[in-house]
């Protein structure tokens, strides 16, 4: 989800299998490709098109989007003047995991991008358990790390060359001036603990399966959202530690406003 940089006064956003647009002030919603209950791979225009499972997206500039089509093992682009897709990278319903020029790569699962600089992306491969870079003015795709398990969330730390990547119950960097991976925590087992970004396994911060979501509000905070859990974590690269907002033990009916004291987000 991001601002419509073709619609700026909309948010545009992925639902199921179709891409949206979402207009802030009257609440319509316009289909741009796909089609919601429809999964599938197809090329086309507007409700034509067929994906499956389009996990993210950038939007490169306010006319072409990249579309992450994770189920059907690609990269696409998408044209927001006339809605048609085409291939980018890989070769859609043929999945593997093969480094090259873009047409020749072949991609696994790729599911969360995010960019290192104008026309170079990182992304993540989750059937192929690594972080890959998508270089478009080269026209090549390579593996940035092998992390040696699925990789959930992606996002890059502002003002720093720190990669940020979670995993089942974890969290992790790659430093992309050496290319080092490092495991900010254990991935032993996974659940709710707030505490230091450390490797022990007894004082650590835990974190649920699944954190999908990275936002970083500045070169420091870095909010963090788990799979199917009400929680919103903190991380504090500044002081390495890891706090909640919103108890977990509170009870009673899901809210979407109010204090962080006192939130139940589904």
């Not at 179709?18 to 999964?39: D, M, Q, V, Y």
């Amino acid at each position: 989800m991001g601002l419509d940089k073709f619609i700026p006064e909309n948010i545009l956003f992925v639902e199921s299998h179709s891409l949206k647009t979402l207009n802030l002030a009257t609440n319509e919603t316009w289909l741009i490709a796909g089609k919601t209950a429809s999964r599938g791979y197809s090329q086309g225009t507007g409700e034509t098109t067929r994906f499956n499972g389009p996990f993210s997206f950038h939007q490169r500039n306010s006319t072409d989007v990249i579309i992450l089509d994770s189920n059907n093992g690609c990269i696409r682009t998408l044209s927001r003047l006339t809605n048609t897709t085409e291939i980018l990278a890989g070769f859609c319903t043929i999945p593997g995991d093969i480094d090259g020029p873009l047409r020749s790569a072949r991609l696994g699962k790729p599911e969360k991008v995010v960019e290192l600089e104008p026309d170079v992306l990182a992304f993540t491969d989750v059937a192929s358990y690594s972080i890959k870079k998508l270089d478009l003015a080269h026209e090549q795709v390579s593996t940035l790390a092998q992390i040696h398990e699925p990789v959930f969330g992606l996002a890059k730390r502002p003002n720093s060359a720190d990669l940020i990547f979670t995993f089942n119950g974890g969290l992790g960097k790659v430093d992309l001036c050496n290319l080092n991976v490092e495991y900010l925590t254990q991935s032993i087992y996974t659940g709710i603990r707030d505490g230091p970004l450390s490797l022990s396994n007894v004082t650590s911060a835990v974190f649920t399966p699944r954190p999908e979501t990275l936002v970083f509000l500045n070169e420091y905070i870095m909010i963090l959202t788990g799979y199917q859990t009400h929680l919103l974590r903190v991380v504090n690269f500044a002081s390495n530690y890891v706090s909640s907002i919103c108890d977990p033990s509170l009870e009673g009916n899901i809210t979407s406003s109010g204090d962080i004291e006192t939130c139940r987000i589904r």
